[in-house]
């Protein structure tokens, strides 16, 4: 079959910045911001420093680590017929667990979020069918932050029967998010057995692993789900300003993360998550849209694959503040390289601009943005029946294969067929149709799926257990 593969580097090259990093986790190493993490780690042979919190680890750790990691797992919904599985080939988009600000989607205008925007978000995200990891896309302002981990989870998995994604930012929340997640699955071994939700272990670059993101960790550790590593390390801020320099640091975060989840519970899946960015020189701020982060996103797969793990990269975003030319560009130039570089999971879907807020309008066209690099990179099938040299035969010069029962069997599985958001009219009957831009279409589609869909029904007793479990967390933590 035809089909593009991106690659960039080689297999020396890939032994090279794996080399580097064994050699910065054994001479620099880790700080732990974490007592009981640092006990263990020692206890598993690294070379600890109590007073620095510093961790050293050796090759032969870093590798029985990387040997013992689950390389494959599936995120269960709350409907059985939505799974995702990672490792095994597939490409999942994931829409954002939450940004600080909310685009309202009919004036573009930027203001707080709040619950109900979390809720829609849920809602849409349900019914795009390339959003195979459905998050809340805001941090809503008007439920109390101790509480807020905990009702996310509740309202969302009420409406959205799909696999969700969340970044509790407590363990004491991380355990009533987890319980409602039991609740949905059937117990807490029946959750153990069908993980629903994996949590995001993110390296403070360079070279730190948080207290809070351990704890967070070893909640979901003692419920049995896989665990995402991914350091956000930033290019010429964070990192070294070479992108050789910054890969080695990030994949040395990853591995001790890695390190870390192995020594404290064997077997666990993770998830390599290579998410660098660059640091814009001309302003300090991070860059989601450079051309750097489409190449350290191939790099990163390639590294990731090279140890036989899933891969997440952070692609398909953009540093602009509208739905314009540059966002377009940025956005399809880092998608396409990721996925034909081989990624499980691309994220995030619905964020403007460098976090600057989400999007129902951004996670609508995110939607059909991937979908168009999806069939981009599928190829074609290439044999005696693709190449219908019959029909050609038959049809001859001057006819049409319209009719023909070989189109009629190809159809639809050789030629995309895109969704209402796309134009492909004439001049004339795009302006009969109001001749309105992608966005504007986007709106539209959005309005129709909130007024026409109330949200995947939950069965009552579930729902009342569920309610359960959010006055339980109330009493606690508030």
């Not at 396409?336 to 403007?352: K, N, P, R, S, T």
Request: aromatic share 6%; glycine share 10%.
């Amino acid at each position: 079959m035809p089909r593009i593969k991106v690659s960039l580097l080689s297999n020396q090259e890939i032994q090279t910045i794996h080399d580097a990093s064994l050699k910065i986790l054994r001479d620099v190493g880790m700080v732990v911001h974490h007592a009981g993490v640092l006990k263990k780690l020692r206890e598993c042979g690294a070379r600890v420093d109590v007073a620095s919190k510093r961790a050293r680890f050796d090759e032969v750790l870093v590798m029985n680590a990387l040997q013992l990691a689950g390389k494959q797992f599936t995120l269960h919904g709350r409907n059985p017929e939505y799974q995702r599985c990672f490792g095994a080939g597939e490409c999942t988009l994931m829409s954002s667990p939450g940004q600080y600000a909310w685009f309202d989607y009919h004036t573009n205008q930027r203001r707080d979020p709040f619950l109900a925007d979390a809720v829609a978000a849920a809602k849409v995200g349900e019914l795009l069918p390339n959003i195979g990891l459905v998050g809340a896309m805001c941090v809503p302002l008007d439920v109390p932050a101790p509480l807020r981990d905990v009702v996310l989870m509740a309202e969302m998995v009420k409406v959205c029967a799909k696999p969700l994604r969340c970044w509790p930012v407590t363990r004491r929340s991380s355990h009533y998010v987890l319980e409602i997640c039991a609740a949905v699955a059937g117990g807490k071994e029946a959750l153990r057995q069908n993980p629903m939700v994996d949590t995001f272990l993110e390296p403070i670059s360079p070279l730190q692993l948080p207290e809070t993101g351990l704890d967070v960790m070893l909640e979901f550790l003692e419920y049995g789900q896989p665990i995402s590593i991914g350091p956000m390390s930033m290019a010429g801020g964070s990192g070294p300003v070479t992108l050789a320099g910054t890969l080695a640091q990030e994949n040395a975060e990853i591995l001790a993360g890695i390190t870390v989840i192995q020594c404290l519970k064997p077997g666990t899946p993770v998830m390599y998550g290579g998410i660098p960015h660059i640091m814009d020189p001309r302003t300090s701020i991070c860059s989601f849209g450079s051309g750097e982060q489409g190449l350290m996103a191939v790099a990163m797969t390639e590294l990731g694959k090279s140890y036989g793990l899933p891969v997440y990269i952070n692609v398909n975003l953009s540093d602009a503040k509208r739905l314009d030319v540059q966002a377009g560009m940025e956005k399809m130039g880092s998608l396409e390289l990721g996925m034909l570089a081989g990624a499980d999971l691309f994220g995030h879907a619905g964020i403007v601009g460098t976090d600057h807020g989400g999007s129902l309008t951004w996670l609508a066209v995110d939607n059909e943005a991937f979908a168009f690099a999806q069939r981009m990179a599928r190829g074609f099938e290439l044999d005696a029946e693709t190449l219908a040299l019959e029909v050609i035969e038959a049809v001859g010069p001057g006819g049409n294969y319209l009719s023909e029962a070989h189109t009629v069997r190809h159809l639809r599985s050789e030629l995309w067929a895109p969704s209402q958001l796309w134009t492909r009219q004439t001049f004339d009957g795009w302006l009969e149709a109001g001749g309105k831009d992608m966005e504007q279409r986007a709106i539209a589609e959005i309005d129709r799926m909130l007024t026409s869909h109330p949200g995947q029904t939950i069965e009552p007793g579930l729902a009342l257990e569920i309610d359960r479990i959010v006055g339980a967390a109330k009493k606690e933590l508030l």
